[in-house]
Nanobody, 123 residues
Framework: QVQLVESGGDSVQAGGSLRLSCAASGYTVYMAWFRQAPGKEREGVAAIDSGGRTVYAPSVKGRFTISKDNANNILYLQIFSLKPEDTAMYYC????????????????????WGQGTQVTVSS
């Protein structure tokens, strides 16, 4: 498994932007961002594979951008035009086994998880 440490969460006004970071220690093939709001299930919002191919949840496409600094093994999530419904704990996830299926948004594809970073958006 891989150790993951997220940072960058904050309390912001609607319409603002944030960049979340996830520092990974160890080899990864797939990485992703998930979020979980109070009383709701954890949902995958963006994922990336080792080739840089990405996938997004329809609810965030166009506002969220996932990227990875392979040299430093850091995953990013740039969030634009924040909405109150984006309020959640955001988690970084990683998988170090290559299943040759591309990046996925299902939580069961990942075997390592960070502790989360809180994003709160006020209207």
């Amino acid at each position: 498994q891989v150790q993951l440490v997220e940072s960058g969460g904050d309390s912001v006004q609607a319409g603002g932007s944030l960049r979340l970071s996830c520092a990974a220690s160890g080899y990864t093939v797939y990485m992703a961002w998930f979020r979980q709001a109070p009383g709701k299930e954890r949902e995958g919002v963006a994922a990336i594979d080792s080739g840089g191919r990405t996938v997004y949840a329809p609810s965030v496409k166009g506002r969220f951008t996932i990227s990875k600094d392979n040299a430093n093994n850091i995953l990013y999530l740039q969030i634009f035009s924040l909405k109150p419904e984006d309020t959640a704990m955001y988690y970084c996830a990683a998988q170090n086994v290559d299943y040759y299926i591309g990046a996925r948004l299902g939580a069961y594809y990942y075997n390592s998880w960070g502790q989360g970073t809180q994003v709160t958006v006020s209207s």
